[in-house]
């Protein structure tokens, strides 16, 4: 069974780790596996190391990217032409760019064929997988009304099968914004490898010691993506209201902002001007993931809107309290809601914070810092939830068999 699996970027984050894994454990006597990519755009980061690490080789659309271009019409030939040479059973395209233009090749792979005029398309099946969505927080009115058609068009003439990582994403794709029909969907959640996330006392002071942390410090962690979807300002404010707390019970704490992207030089003015220079360092991108997690002690997430982000998931699996905004997937990831309090409450397991108000994420900062115990059982909670939910392995064994499963139809 012959997989074509097209992406729009490798660039640092969930969709690429979650593609390079696919392809390489897909490869076998019973599957295939052809990654199609586009390119990185400046001030993001490239993954392709991750690719070669994995031992996949993608086949490069350099026209490809995220942003819309008149370049398009080229990715989309290009794609069309690749998917001609490769003759796939299945095309499985990912994030909302991707989606579109290799859904829209994969619709002329179908049709245009001398097959077509007795009647015989070409038997190819499509999955389109859902990371995030860009139905709300990114663009305009008008700009996501069309991509909301778009999607809603390419669902009913160009998709076999819906893949969402989250419930709550189900509910907001499907039910809110009336995408595809529900016999299309399946519920796939993420994985990731939980053997690299393993950290261990070294690689904790390694990491204090870089941001000057004191062993009585609680090192707040924000890993991501520096764009402005992630609203770090919020998070920077937060943390401003934090230090100029009268609790004078809570611990100090430090904020290790570790990515990169097209914002960063803006946040970095922003923290300087909100006098947070002696709190906050920004790391840049690292590799070594488990060096990161192994010296935090809280992970925060402020995104305006999200699928089921990789550095919670990847913060719990090393055992540690996450805090975040209650948008997209969080929402299943933290689990039910327990104590609440005035502007955010405990789940089982993590912190939710109801609206993007820096008081409000601030208080269940104070509230979790302050309390060990809490932090200690939220990050046990975290840890088993993934860990039986999130592997890999799980992930694999899944697309199999919606792959096995659609080509019997």
């Not at 003439?157 to 009336?178: K, Y």
């Not at 993590?350 to 060990?372: C, H, M, T, W």
Request: proline residues 3%; contains cysteine; negative net charge.
């Amino acid at each position: 069974m012959k997989i074509v699996r097209i992406i729009a970027r490798l660039n640092v984050g969930g969709p690429a780790r979650h593609v390079v894994w696919l392809t390489e454990k897909l490869q076998n006597d019973e599957f295939e596996s052809v990654l199609i990519a586009g390119t990185v755009p400046d001030g993001e980061e490239d993954m392709g190391y991750f690719a070669a690490e994995h031992g996949v080789e993608p086949i490069y659309i350099s026209e490809l990217s995220r942003e819309l271009s008149p370049k398009d019409i080229i990715s989309l030939y290009k794609i069309y032409r690749e998917l001609r040479r490769q003759k796939p059973d299945i095309i499985h395209t990912h994030t909302a760019k991707a989606g579109t233009i290799g859904r829209i090749a994969a619709f002329m792979y179908r049709w245009i064929s001398l097959r077509t005029l007795i009647g015989k398309p070409r038997a190819v099946k499509v999955i389109h997988t859902f990371h995030g969505h860009v139905f709300h927080s990114y663009y305009g009115k008008f700009k996501t009304r069309v991509f909301i058609l778009i999607e809603q068009v390419l669902a009913k003439l160009a998709t076999n099968i819906i893949v969402v990582i989250t419930d709550q994403q189900f509910r907001e794709i499907h039910s809110d914004f009336g995408v595809g029909s529900t016999e299309q969907f399946e519920i796939i959640p993420l994985g990731i490898e939980l053997k690299e996330l393993a950290g261990d006392d070294t690689s904790r002071n390694f990491l204090r010691a870089e941001i000057n942390a004191s062993a009585d410090d609680i090192v707040v962690g924000f890993v991501g993506r520096l764009t402005e979807i992630k609203d770090v300002p919020l998070l920077l404010n937060a943390v401003a209201v934090y230090a100029n707390s009268t609790d004078h019970d809570k611990p100090l704490i430090k904020l290790a902002i570790v990515g990169d992207g097209n914002v960063r030089a803006e946040l970095e003015g922003l923290s300087t001007e909100l006098g947070l220079d002696e709190i906050v360092t920004f790391l840049g991108n690292r590799e070594n993931v488990a060096e990161v997690f192994a010296g935090i002690d809280i992970v925060a997430l402020t995104s305006k809107n999200e699928g089921t982000p990789l550095s919670l998931l990847e913060g719990m699996a090393a055992g540690k309290p996450v805090i975040s905004t209650a948008v997209g997937g969080v929402v299943d990831i933290l689990g039910n809601r327990g104590k609440e309090f005035d502007g955010f409450a405990v789940c089982e397991r993590g912190i939710s914070v109801d609206n993007a108000a820096p008081e409000n994420f601030s208080s269940g900062l104070i509230y979790l810092a302050k309390n060990q115990k809490l932090r200690q059982d939220l990050a046990a909670g975290g840890r088993d939830f993934v860990q039986k939910r999130y592997s890999v392995d799980r992930l694999v064994k899944d697309v199999s068999t919606l792959c096995r499963n659609l080509t019997k139809t």
